[in-house]
């Protein structure tokens, strides 16, 4: 099945208890030191409530009732009303408690691994499909809340009520305590095969869950090639076939937990019946009390309850364990591209000259592991205030431009510079702010139309957004909406045609007033007189400032300061556009290509 090898991280249990990943895991505690302490502590009293009831029982059956003294049975069931009560509150407490420290730790964790994400280059998300990241900072830090609210500090109260009831049983009558425990073979027994029959339906369950979900984002992101084709058949066929897995692999861990718990349940009533035998025989022989045997009655129900518990929690423990591991790999993996260690700081006001020089760069490498360059030794200059253009066939390595300078991916060979200052010098977030993009694909935000060109500055007021709005030409579509500038966009801008698409985001870019403008391919989506708007807006703005315009429209650049014409990866030809015409080289030919008559 195809979907097999993408989810193969899925399928990868590891081991139940990893001591490396549990000491990383319990670091997130360490700011919460002093709740986690109150948590035990109240646990700890909880546990001591078990053992209570049953003492309190033997006194009113071996005391209390022979002397008949009625004061004594008063005080001694207020006391037993009094322990239920205490127990109950100091369970209420430690379970609100645990819950917040879960809860917590994970804001904590979400919060890290979503820093991690805003600061890792693009290579990396180009190598991740989003479906499996939302994976990793939803269900398995869910995985991990789990195990903070009911396993790390609750598996303490566990403990302590066996110990507890361990001791009571063994100080009461050693005899019947040794008896109880005839049976915790038998119960072990049963926790080690429900331990292998959950685990492996726990690994299935992973493994259908990730496989459905990436059936669904896959086709509710191409519902309209399904629709087109008529696809909804096939896909309805394929959801149901994986949907029935999915329950299948549910219902047989339903199947193995229903049967468990009355398989503990009977071994408890076994434990019990050999109490009721063998305390019955050693009353009649005068060696133990009706209340030790009553004591012991509820001290076995008591006993065997947390042993339920911990069974269950290992299964916890072990998802947690493959979660776990999965997230720290995403916190681990390196950031290539990052701030220096010793930043220096671009000038203000900033010239704007942008040099490249013996750039190569490639994404991958080919078959035989050399380099597959995009880019090959490419070196030019811009002026301040100068407006380049960079043209080119698809695939020539104009974009690759512009993520080098933008700094999304590091130069392989060579260096790129802004105002004579080398790119990784720079403060990622220094060089940005300097340079405004608008690209082709243009990614719109679902909310307010003042806020996808802002995009939540508070620096940017109002006024300055409706300008930036009124100079690209988008302010008459912006105001006809219904609630203007306040007016919610559909999930990426689903709602605005391409061409008021691009205007917002060519807003977008004046509003935060660059020094450099780098316009990527901004106008190949729209009309004619949309482009003719952009156009006429954005010539009295890039007067002044340094531009870069990427287009394969040569219309739109004909009028620029100069032209650079890429060609495989190598700058090939610049020039002016009468100049490059005189050659008769590519930049020629691509004119001649777009403006050629067409044959009748």
């Known amino acids: 099945m195809a979907e097999t090898g993408i989810h193969h991280e899925e399928e990868a249990l590891g081991k139940a208890y990893d001591a490396r990943l549990m000491r990383r895991l319990l670091g997130y505690l360490r700011p919460y030191r002093l709740q986690v302490a109150i948590a035990v502590v109240l646990l700890m009293l909880a546990s001591a409530m078990e053992v209570v009831g049953p003492w309190l029982t033997q006194q009113v059956i071996d005391v209390a009732i022979p002397s008949k003294d009625l004061h004594l049975i008063g005080l001694l069931a207020m006391a037993y009303m009094g322990a239920v009560v205490l127990g109950f509150a100091l369970q209420y407490g430690q379970g609100i408690l645990t819950t917040w420290l879960g809860q917590s730790v994970m804001y904590d964790l979400r919060k890290e691994i979503f820093s991690h994400f805003q600061r890792l280059d693009l290579r990396f998300f180009d190598k991740n499909p989003v479906g499996r990241l939302m994976t990793r900072i939803t269900n398995d830090v869910e995985t991990l809340n789990e195990l903070f609210s009911s396993g790390v500090v609750t598996v303490f109260g566990d403990i302590f009520t066996l110990l507890f009831i361990l001791v009571a049983m063994l100080r009461m009558d050693w005899r019947l305590a040794l008896v109880t425990f005839s049976v915790l073979p038998l119960v072990f027994t049963a926790a080690f095969v429900f331990r292998a029959k959950i685990r492996t339906a726990y690994r299935d369950i992973r493994v259908r869950l990730a496989r459905l979900n990436a059936f669904l984002h896959e086709r509710f992101t191409g519902i309209r090639v399904i629709q087109l084709f008529n696809r909804e058949g096939a896909d309805m066929r394929r959801h149901a076939e994986l949907n029935a897995n999915y329950l299948e692999a549910h219902l047989r861990s339903i199947t193995y937990y229903a049967l468990f718990f009355p398989v503990i349940e009977f071994f408890t009533a076994i434990a019990l019946a050999l109490i009721l035998a063998y305390g019955g025989v050693q009353i009649l022989h005068g060696a133990v009390t009706v209340g030790v045997v009553a004591a012991f009655l509820q001290y076995a129900r008591r006993f065997f309850r947390p042993i339920q518990d911990l069974s269950e929690k290992y299964n916890l423990l072990q998802g947690a364990m493959a979660s776990s591991e999965r997230v720290f790999k995403l916190i681990d993996h390196e ?22 020089r013996d750039v190569w760069f490639a994404y991958g490498t080919r078959e035989d592991g050399d380099p597959d360059w995009v880019l090959k030794d490419v070196s030019f200059s811009v002026a301040p205030g100068e407006k380049v253009a960079i043209v080119g066939h698809t695939g020539a390595g104009k974009t690759t431009l512009i993520n080098l300078l933008m700094r999304f991916y590091d130069v392989d060979r060579g260096e790129i510079l802004v105002d004579g200052v080398p790119l990784d010098r720079l403060r990622l977030q220094d060089l940005r702010e300097r340079i ?84 990527d391919e901004a106008t190949s989506s729209v009309d004619s007189e949309i482009e003719a708007r952009i156009e006429a807006a954005t010539d009295e703005l890039l007067k002044g400032r340094t531009s870069l315009v990427i287009a394969h429209r040569l219309s739109t650049v004909q009028h620029a300061d100069r032209i650079l014409v890429l060609h495989h990866g190598e700058l090939r030809e610049e020039g ?18 777009q403006f050629a008559p067409a044959v009748v």
Do not use: C, K
Not at 340 to 356: A, K, Q
Not at 472 to 499: H, K, N, W
Not at 582 to 593: F, K, S, V
């Open 436 to 519: 405004g993009l608008v690209l082709q694909d243009v990614f719109l935000f679902s909310q307010d139309v003042s806020y996808n060109i802002r995009l939540g500055a508070t620096e940017i007021i109002d006024e300055r957004v409706r300008e930036a709005a009124r100079r690209v030409g988008a302010a008459p579509f912006i105001e006809r909406m219904p609630q203007g500038y306040d007016q919610a966009l559909g999930e990426r801008g689903s709602t605005m045609s391409v061409g008021e698409r691009q205007l917002v985001s060519f807003a977008r870019a004046l509003a935060f007033d660059p020094e450099i403008l780098i316009l």
């Open 576 to 593: 002016t556009h009468e100049e490059l015409l005189e050659q008769g080289g590519l930049y020629a030919r691509l004119h001649e290509l």
């Open 335 to 356: 950031i290539d591209v990052a701030d220096p260690v010793d930043p220096v700081s671009l000038p203000v006001p900033l010239e704007g000259r942008i040099d490249f």
